[in-house]
């Protein structure tokens, strides 16, 4: 099955500063990669994804981008603000899963300090 | 839209019993939903994939007499965590994908806590 690595588990950053976490898939055939935002005790959020015939996509202060050559995927916010604080998970759905599933890395504690 | 909710949001029982959890999907038909298990600061681990009409398939490792579930419509999936023990308390989330995508989209979750 697919393996998700995710990086790093914690993060801080001075708010206004730009964060960044990393993830690497290990099955190729994976074709799309969610990143889910997920405040303490409360349910995860889908706040962007990429599909793979995609390189890179941007929704105002958060972007993704996927190089399928080395198999990795970054999550990039800018302008961070202190409510962006959470774990933050990425995800990869293998193609041709009639399934569906989608597999997380262990998630990154972002804490964005004001 | 793509509001998912569960059912209860915590609960605590005995250990020897049995808890129900509920997952819905309020304004969209799910055809498939799916059930983790998320441990304290740890990442959401796959139980089980649940599609309408069919049985659950379940991940290794995850006892399928243990965790039943079943799902009757496109709307209700459930999981009932039989003869419980503490080993077994943890926070409980269901997902659910539309009948023609892939995103999916969470429930609130489910603390249960077994004592």
């Known amino acids: 099955g697919e393996n998700v690595e995710q990086h790093p588990s914690t993060l801080s950053v001075q708010e206004g500063d730009s964060a960044v976490i990393k993830c690497t898939y290990s099955?190729?055939?994976?074709?799309?990669f969610p990143w889910y935002k997920q405040e303490l005790g409360k349910r995860p959020q889908l706040i962007i994804d990429?599909?793979?015939?995609?390189g890179e996509k941007k929704d105002q202060r958060i972007a993704v981008t996927l190089n399928k050559t080395a198999k990795h995927f970054s999550l990039h916010i800018t302008e961070t603000q202190p409510e962006d604080s959470a774990v933050y998970f990425c995800?990869?759905?293998?193609?041709?899963?009639?399934?569906?599933?989608?597999?997380f890395g262990r998630g990154t504690q972002l804490t964005v300090w004001p | 839209g793509a509001v998912v909710s569960q059912h209860p949001s915590w609960v605590i029982c005995k250990s020897g019993t049995s808890v129900k959890i509920e997952c819905r999907s309020l304004?969209?038909?799910?055809?498939?939903m799916f059930w983790y298990r998320q441990f304290p600061k740890q990442s959401l681990m796959l139980m089980a994939t649940?599609?309408?009409?069919?049985?659950?398939?379940?991940e290794q490792g995850v006892e399928k007499d243990k965790f039943l579930i079943n799902h009757a419509s496109l709307t209700l999936s459930t999981l009932t965590v039989t003869s419980a023990h503490p080993e077994d308390s943890s926070f409980y989330i269901c997902?659910?994908?539309?009948?023609?995508?892939?995103?999916?989209?969470f429930g609130p979750g489910t603390r249960l806590t077994v004592t």
């Open positions: 997902s659910a994908t539309r009948t023609s995508g892939q995103k999916q989209y």
């Open positions: 099955d190729s055939a994976s074709n799309y």
């Open positions: 990429i599909r793979s015939n995609v």
């Open positions: 995800a990869a759905r293998e193609r041709g899963s009639t399934l569906g599933r989608l597999y």
């Open positions: 304004d969209f038909q799910a055809t498939t």
């Open positions: 649940s599609n309408e009409g069919s049985k659950a398939t379940y």
